[in-house]
């Protein structure tokens, strides 16, 4: 039997230039469908909903191998942090 191994990203990220939640959503969806698009990978607004300029994403990805799965998350991390319409605040990366 193969192994299957799930990595989990909680991102934590503020959006400076957002002053309504519909600003922040349009802000948070196009980086969301970006690193689904990107990376193949699942993901969603998981937290700070009801907040205009913070913002949590959630991204879940599954694969054979638990190096394949750190490194791709950290990639996504490197990416996050490039992107100009959020900043990263903080983020966690967990393995199973």
């Known amino acids: 039997m193969s192994r299957m191994v799930i990595g989990a990203l909680r991102l934590r990220l503020v959006v400076f230039g957002s002053v309504s939640l519909k600003d922040k959503r349009r802000a948070i969806k196009s980086l969301k469908?970006?690193?689904?698009?990107?990376?193949?990978v699942s993901a969603a607004e998981v937290g700070s909903l009801d907040h205009h300029?913070?913002?949590?994403?959630g991204v879940a990805m599954v694969a054979n191998d638990s190096a394949f799965v750190t490194h791709s998350l950290d990639k996504?991390?490197?990416?996050?942090r490039q992107d100009a319409?959020?900043?990263?605040v903080d983020y966690e990366i967990e393995v199973f």
């Open 53 to 57: 300029q913070h913002a949590e994403l």
């Open 33 to 40: 469908e970006r690193l689904i698009h990107r990376f193949h």
């Open 85 to 88: 319409a959020a900043s990263l």
């Open 76 to 80: 996504m991390v490197d990416y996050v």
